[in-house]
């Protein structure tokens, strides 16, 4: 079963004032990409320069703190494979593969990954290395113990964490993330992210899922979610 504690995420530490100007640089990245400064920040969080930069650092410290901020809304349920069973390992996985699709869609990760993307190579700075360390990188990170979970438990199978991952990585974006960054407007809509969050999940399953679990060989119909069709 699921654990009772709450999420793990690297936005526990902040405070509300702290997420409020982080939203801020969020919103700024949105409206002024490449630009975004310390200054505007500062005016646009009505906060002082001096405050950004004992609280981040300096502008990297402030990106990277944006880019948990924007990642930690990508909740992963920790759980406990000594009592797990395979609807609450579909469900957590689900609900990973749910938050992803919504946060990448959001205007706010689609200008973020247009400018860490600008960047890469061009000797600016480093924030595609930052993205991919506190975005894709700690996702995978906080979901692997899931599927190791599951697989002590007996309901996956596979060689290794990180290329489970990787597949489950993939049947969730699919082509969705590119789409995004080149400007197709996608509809997606809650009700087609838990769609796909579910159908990504049940492709997963289906790829990795054991033939046999703690009570006896599993049948297809056992990995289906216990939610309602959308």
Request: proline fraction near 3%; hydrophobic fraction near 45%.
């Amino acid at each position: 079963m699921l654990q009772a504690n709450a999420d793990i995420d690297n936005s526990e530490g902040l405070t509300e004032r702290q997420k409020a100007v982080l939203d801020a640089a969020l919103r700024l990245l949105v409206e002024e990409g490449d630009h975004l400064t310390m200054t505007a920040v500062a005016r646009r969080a009505s906060c002082s320069k001096e405050t950004l930069y004992k609280w981040f650092g300096d502008r990297d410290g402030l990106l990277t703190a944006t880019v948990q901020w924007q990642a930690s809304k990508v909740r992963v349920a920790p759980v406990d494979g000594r009592g797990l069973d395979l609807a609450s390992l579909t469900a957590s996985l689900e609900r990973f593969a749910s938050d992803w699709l919504s946060v990448i869609s959001s205007d706010t990760s689609i200008a973020l990954n247009r400018v860490a993307v600008g960047h890469a190579g061009s000797g600016k700075d480093n924030l595609g290395a930052v993205v991919l360390e506190n975005g894709r990188f700690a996702l995978a990170k906080r979901l692997k113990p899931v599927l190791e979970a599951g697989r002590q438990a007996g309901f996956l199978d596979f060689p290794d964490a990180e290329t489970a991952f990787r597949t489950f990585f993939g049947l969730v974006a699919r082509d969705v993330q590119i789409r995004l960054l080149l400007g197709d407007r996608l509809e997606l809509t809650d009700a087609t992210i838990g769609g796909d969050a579910a159908r990504a999940t049940q492709q997963f399953l289906a790829l990795h899922g054991a033939k046999t679990g703690p009570q006896g060989p599993l049948e297809p119909d056992d990995f289906r979610s216990s939610r309602p069709e959308i």
